[in-house]
């Protein structure tokens, strides 16, 4: 039902559990933790004020969540008592800021209950948790030590080489623009390393910068690829100054395309200290001080590169970026020019890897397995010249699908809730935004993508929103080829 690690809100879980709507506003639903049926849904802040002012001391200790109930919860309370009894299934989601998704811990066990007012309880859990995991080191075996490694100059070359042709592979090309450069910065995105275990983009040193690296060894590998923001003073940077209004960016787009990027790693260092490997989350204002390097992206042993899927991440990275610096740019932007379409699906993993204890497990993206389905489709109705996927929108990000042919534009979003009403009601502001953000040409049809069939109180619903809107909003059921 959920997977461990993957951020959700209240409502996409009140989607999943198919919560009756009435019991989704106000209440134990939006305060803390509540019963449905045989569960218990907990949702808990650690470490941040909950919205109602409280703040509870909840942390965790290694793999356990030391938590808190409300005020005057203790035990020998009916309900806290179903909590603890262990004959009931406990889901329990997390978060560090506020306005962040919560991550899904997994299904807790109390093993420890306190007499206090409010009650304290220790939760374990039936599988490795979603929390703040401590990665362990990766050994390396003596037969792997004496391969021959790929350096990291060799490794810079060769994506260098290989983005041309990509989203990517216009980096520089995008920041001329936007700098209002008279030449071209460079031909390559990365500057080829001399004496270092890491690169950054040329001219990246005041941007979030697409960053190559080694790193110390961990479950997930030794190599990184990704982004980041180096708030190291130096010569060329004296001071963080410039880079804290793109950090504010940072977390707004965050906020809006969490989905996207759900499946990438987060962490820091300070001092050369590593902190732990977290799903994305927002940059709080205490974490931006100076000698702080923050990254986003993936990790991967060096001896197993794939260059392939090291230039999606930085293809589906740079949409944020774009977002980042266009708005920083001092250079007039216009976003009236159509993007012509790229034909062609980019290499979409099926599934991604999770972080657990002692290694890696596979997870299924369904989002890809529908977009992969929804292509195929749509290549048989329009022809593959008029098909894009991964469509650069006008005001930023990435639409999922576009259909451009001389007498129609089609916006399609995929949603992946478990009712089409889930899914029109994600997908409709991304679709307007797409589909009519200032100096954007009118698509013609904005078009909700989800698995579930179209019911009939929902199509009632885009019967009316038609009646009185410019473009026509559509519902379509895709099925992937093969589950």
Same mark, same amino acid.
């Given at each position: 039902?959920?997977?461990?690690?993957?951020?959700?809100?209240?409502?996409?879980?009140?989607?999943?559990?198919?919560?009756?709507?009435?019991?989704?506003?106000?209440?134990?639903?939006?305060?803390?933790?509540?019963? *449905?049926?045989?569960?218990?849904?907990?949702?808990?802040?650690?470490?941040? !004020?909950?919205?109602?002012? &409280?703040?509870?001391?909840?942390?965790?200790?290694?793999?356990?969540?030391?938590?808190?109930?409300?005020?005057?919860?203790?035990?020998?309370?009916?309900?806290?008592?179903?909590?603890?009894?262990?004959?009931?299934?406990? &889901?329990?989601?997390? /978060?560090?800021?506020?306005?962040?998704?919560?991550?899904?811990?997994?299904?807790?066990?109390?093993?420890?209950?306190?007499?206090?007012?409010?009650? /304290?309880?220790?939760? #374990?859990?039936?599988?490795?948790?979603?929390?703040?995991?401590?990665?362990?080191?990766?050994?390396?075996? !003596?037969?792997?030590?004496?391969?021959?490694?790929?350096?990291?100059?060799?490794?810079?070359?060769?994506?260098?080489?290989?983005?041309?042709?990509?989203?990517?592979?216009?980096?520089?090309?995008?920041?001329?623009?936007?700098?209002?450069?008279?030449?071209?910065?460079?031909?390559?995105?990365?500057?080829?390393?001399?004496?270092?275990?890491?690169?950054?983009?040329?001219?990246?040193?005041?941007?979030?910068?697409?960053?190559?690296?080694?790193?110390?060894?961990?479950?997930?590998?030794?190599?990184?690829?990704?982004?980041?923001?180096?708030?190291?003073?130096?010569?060329?940077?004296?001071?963080?100054?410039?880079?804290?209004?793109?950090?504010?960016?940072?977390?707004?787009?965050?906020?809006?395309?969490?989905?996207?990027?759900?499946?990438?790693?987060?962490?820091?260092? #300070?001092?050369?200290?590593?902190?732990?490997?977290?799903? !994305?989350?927002?940059?709080?204002?205490?974490?931006?001080?100076?000698?702080?390097?923050?990254?986003?992206?993936?990790? *991967?042993?060096?001896?197993?590169?794939?260059?392939?899927?090291?230039?999606?991440?930085?293809?589906?990275?740079?949409?944020?970026? /774009?977002?980042? #610096?266009?708005? *920083?740019?001092?250079?007039?932007?216009?976003?009236?020019?159509?993007?012509?379409?790229?034909?062609?699906?980019?290499?979409?993993?099926?599934?991604?890897?999770?972080?657990?204890?002692?290694?890696?497990?596979?997870?299924?993206?369904?989002?890809?397995?529908?977009?992969?389905?929804?292509?195929?489709?749509?290549?048989?109705?329009?022809?593959?010249?008029?098909?894009?996927?991964?469509?650069?929108?006008?005001?930023?990000?990435?639409?999922?699908?576009?259909?451009?042919?001389?007498?129609?534009?089609?916006?399609?979003?995929?949603?992946?809730?478990?009712?089409?009403?889930?899914?029109?009601?994600?997908?409709?502001?991304?679709?307007?935004?797409?589909?009519?953000?200032?100096?954007?040409?009118?698509?013609?049809?904005? *078009?909700?993508?989800?698995?579930?069939?179209?019911?009939?109180?929902?199509?009632?619903?885009?019967?009316?929103?038609?009646?009185?809107? !410019?473009?026509?909003?559509?519902?379509?059921?895709?099925?992937?080829?093969?589950?």
């Amino acid at each position: 039902m959920f997977v461990v690690g993957q951020g959700y809100t209240r409502e996409q879980v009140a989607e999943i559990i198919n919560l009756p709507s009435d019991k989704r506003k106000g209440g134990a639903w939006a305060t803390g933790y509540s019963q *449905c049926e045989e569960s218990f849904y907990i949702f808990t802040n650690v470490g941040a !004020p909950g919205r109602t002012g &409280h703040d509870y001391p909840n942390s965790w200790n290694g793999k356990r969540l030391n938590w808190y109930g409300k005020t005057n919860a203790r035990k020998g309370q009916p309900q806290i008592d179903r909590m603890i009894s262990g004959n009931r299934t406990v &889901h329990l989601f997390w /978060r560090a800021e506020d306005r962040n998704p919560f991550t899904y811990a997994g299904r807790a066990v109390a093993v420890e209950v306190s007499d206090d007012t409010p009650v /304290r309880i220790t939760w #374990e859990f039936d599988e490795p948790a979603g929390g703040p995991l401590d990665v362990p080191s990766k050994s390396i075996s !003596p037969s792997t030590s004496r391969k021959a490694r790929t350096s990291l100059p060799e490794i810079v070359a060769k994506v260098n080489l290989l983005a041309v042709g990509r989203p990517i592979g216009k980096l520089q090309h995008l920041r001329q623009t936007l700098r209002g450069l008279q030449r071209l910065p460079s031909k390559n995105i990365f500057r080829l390393p001399k004496d270092k275990d890491w690169s950054f983009h040329i001219g990246g040193r005041d941007e979030l910068q697409f960053n190559l690296a080694f790193e110390k060894p961990s479950v997930l590998g030794d190599f990184r690829y990704g982004v980041a923001f180096s708030l190291e003073p130096s010569q060329s940077l004296p001071s963080i100054e410039p880079l804290l209004p793109k950090i504010a960016l940072f977390n707004d787009y965050l906020r809006e395309h969490y989905e996207s990027l759900s499946g990438l790693w987060m962490w820091y260092y #300070e001092k050369d200290e590593r902190s732990t490997i977290v799903r !994305p989350t927002l940059i709080e204002p205490s974490q931006c001080k100076p000698g702080r390097f923050i990254f986003l992206g993936n990790l *991967c042993p060096r001896e197993t590169l794939d260059y392939g899927v090291i230039l999606d991440t930085l293809d589906l990275l740079l949409p944020l970026w /774009r977002f980042i #610096e266009e708005q *920083c740019s001092e250079v007039p932007q216009s976003y009236g020019l159509e993007v012509p379409i790229s034909p062609g699906l980019p290499k979409l993993a099926p599934q991604t890897e999770k972080l657990v204890v002692g290694g890696v497990v596979s997870v299924a993206l369904r989002h890809n397995q529908l977009q992969a389905a929804l292509f195929e489709e749509l290549v048989a109705e329009y022809g593959r010249d008029y098909v894009g996927a991964e469509h650069p929108a006008p005001g930023g990000g990435q639409i999922d699908i576009m259909v451009i042919s001389s007498s129609q534009r089609i916006v399609y979003e995929i949603k992946t809730a478990k009712t089409a009403r889930g899914c029109v009601r994600e997908a409709i502001g991304q679709l307007l935004d797409y589909g009519f953000w200032p100096n954007t040409l009118p698509p013609d049809e904005l *078009c909700v993508v989800g698995e579930p069939p179209l019911d009939e109180f929902t199509e009632l619903y885009l019967e009316v929103l038609n009646k009185a809107f !410019p473009a026509h909003i559509s519902y379509r059921q895709v099925t992937p080829a093969a589950d």
